[in-house]
Nanobody, 119 residues
Framework: QVQLVESGGGLVQPGGSLNLSCAAS????????MGWYRQAPGKGRELVAS???????NYADYVKGRFTISRDNAKSTVYLQMNSLKPEDTAVYYC?????????????WGKGTLVTVSA
């Protein structure tokens, strides 16, 4: 099992920055891909960015050039640096880890951290 704990959310003005962190614990050696998803009020959960164990990244079009995902495997932590934040970025951001167990990919999720972008 893997536990994920997000931190770094809060209130920020448009154009500002936040750095989200997600610390994994438990069977961290089983973790392959990690990522950040978000869910705005009244909308479904959507991918923001993902990163493989080897460091390959994938971003949603609406965050390219503004957000950067990274990971520190030694610390079992994934980060999301968010710059040039917009009001439409307001959402609960969830950390995700994809782990291998009994030959299956198993998703683990954090409880989420709220990011509010408002003047």
């Amino acid at each position: 099992q893997v536990q994920l704990v997000e931190s770094g959310g809060g209130l920020v003005q448009p154009g500002g920055s936040l750095n989200l962190s997600c610390a994994a614990s438990g069977n961290v050696l089983s973790i392959n891909d990690m990522g950040w998803y978000r869910q705005a009020p009244g909308k479904g959960r959507e991918l923001v960015a993902s990163i493989t164990r080897g460091g390959s990244t994938n971003y949603a079009d609406y965050v390219k050039g503004r957000f950067t995902i990274s990971r520190d495997n030694a610390k079992s932590t994934v980060y999301l640096q968010m710059n040039s934040l917009k009001p439409e970025d307001t959402a609960v951001y969830y950390c995700n880890a994809v782990c291998r167990r009994y030959g299956f990919n198993v998703d683990y999720w954090g409880k989420g951290t709220l990011v509010t972008v408002s003047a």
